[in-house]
């Protein structure tokens, strides 16, 4: 049995609280947020793509309407009430059946209230490596919370319907080329009290010691905010460290005093509705959520296909048997879904551009989005997810 935590909620917050506002200081400082600017052909803005380039991150203001993030939230929140009442229970909190009991993975990721549960573990080859603060829970809370979620956009008819939004779309294929691949998708669930922390960590397993390695091979994140993302609850980065190659986070802890207050950090608050990117080399994480703001980020990402092609697959959180080398066609089934993503976008909203995906074009009309696209390229496309 382990030890309860020494650490109060308020002590926690206090601690931080210096750092936080020295944090915020430094990203104003930065600025690199605004709204989306792209070009007349399309592509993202060359300031806000040097932007990203430099620094590893950009915050996008204001892309997701009222209307979707509030069916976002109506998806999340019931996503969240057909949960397992526990990890591995076959019914939620009413008695239903709970939702995933015939994919080929469940989608809930449970963790212990306010813990780093992959903080200085071996998870995920080990890239967290040094665990965060863990304060102690209320005496009422729930023994294990819904820490991440999977398969967005098999669970979340909005989900679906956020990966196929033009504008993210064409980041993205500014940033990895028209041809570009998707990486996977997870739903942070960051609750008042409850909500974990995300050790310090640069995403990306396979091409640290590549002979073309360089700032972008890992692909970038995006992560969609349906609740304001505030100093108290949001992600942290450590801007230009994506360049920076493989780092030792165990030395950087050791150096700043055994502190996980890394020194240059910024955090990135966000309104409800903005959408953030992160290269995934950049050295990021998250405080456990001791703040009075519920924090939940959808967050899914995109490579290039020369990242994966040909590649072994890593680990991760959708990943059972890492270690296949990733062909065309998985990159073909995997890709299909952004396809029927734009699909199911313009069914919702006929009257916005659709975004034209390069790797589908002339293919669209076999990638409507229906039952039967569905069944064949929805259903657990998670398994499939382009891990590096
Ligand atoms: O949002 C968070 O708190 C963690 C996100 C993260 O670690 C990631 O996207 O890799």
Not at 102 to 111: I, T
Not at 297 to 306: E, K, M, P, Q
């Amino acid at each position: 049995m382990t030890e309860p935590s020494a650490l109060s909620q308020e002590a926690h917050a206090e601690g931080l609280a210096a750092y936080r506002t020295a944090g915020q200081q430094r990203a104003r400082d930065f600025g690199n947020r605004g709204p989306l600017r792209l070009t007349d052909a399309d592509g993202l803005h060359p300031e806000i793509l040097g932007a990203y380039r430099e620094h590893g991150y950009y915050v996008f203001t204001g892309i997701l309407d009222d209307r979707e993030v509030a069916e976002l939230r109506h998806d999340v929140a019931e996503m969240l009430a057909r949960a397992p009442v526990r990890e591995g229970a076959e019914t939620d909190a009413q008695g239903r059946p709970a939702l995933g009991i015939d994919y080929a993975r469940s989608p809930y990721v449970f963790a212990k209230p306010l813990s780093d549960p992959w903080g200085g573990t071996e998870i995920f080859g080990g890239r967290h490596q040094v665990q965060m603060a863990q304060p102690a829970a209320d005496a009422d809370a729930p023994a294990e919370i819904v820490f991440t979620m999977i398969a967005m956009c098999q669970a979340l008819p909005a989900g679906l319907r956020l990966y196929g939004h033009p504008g993210l779309l064409a980041i993205a294929a500014s940033i990895n080329g028209e041809d570009f691949v998707p990486f996977n998708d997870s739903i942070f669930v960051k609750e008042p009290g409850l909500g974990g922390a995300v050790a310090w960590h640069q995403d990306g397993v396979t091409h640290w010691e590549s002979p073309n390695w360089d700032p972008e091979i890992h692909g970038f994140n995006f992560q969609a905010q349906l609740y304001d993302a505030t100093l108290g609850n949001c992600l942290w980065v450590l801007p230009g460290s994506h360049k920076r190659g493989k780092i030792d986070i165990k030395a950087l802890v050791r150096e700043n005093g055994g502190s996980e207050q890394l020194p240059d950090a910024v955090p990135l608050e966000c309104a409800a509705g903005d959408v953030l990117i992160i290269n995934r080399q950049i050295l990021h994480g998250s405080f456990a959520n001791t703040s009075p703001d519920r924090r939940t980020s959808l967050t899914f990402g995109f490579h290039r296909r020369a990242s994966v092609l040909g590649v072994k697959m890593a680990g991760g959180l959708s990943q059972k048997n890492p270690g296949q080398r990733c062909d065309a066609q998985r990159i073909f089934d995997r890709s299909a879904v952004i396809q029927l993503a734009i699909d199911a976008r313009h069914q919702a909203r006929p009257g916005e551009p659709r975004f034209a995906y390069k790797p589908f074009a002339g293919l669209e009309d076999d990638f409507r989005f229906n039952d039967d696209t569905s069944e064949r390229f929805l259903r657990d496309y998670y398994v499939k997810d382009l891990a590096i």
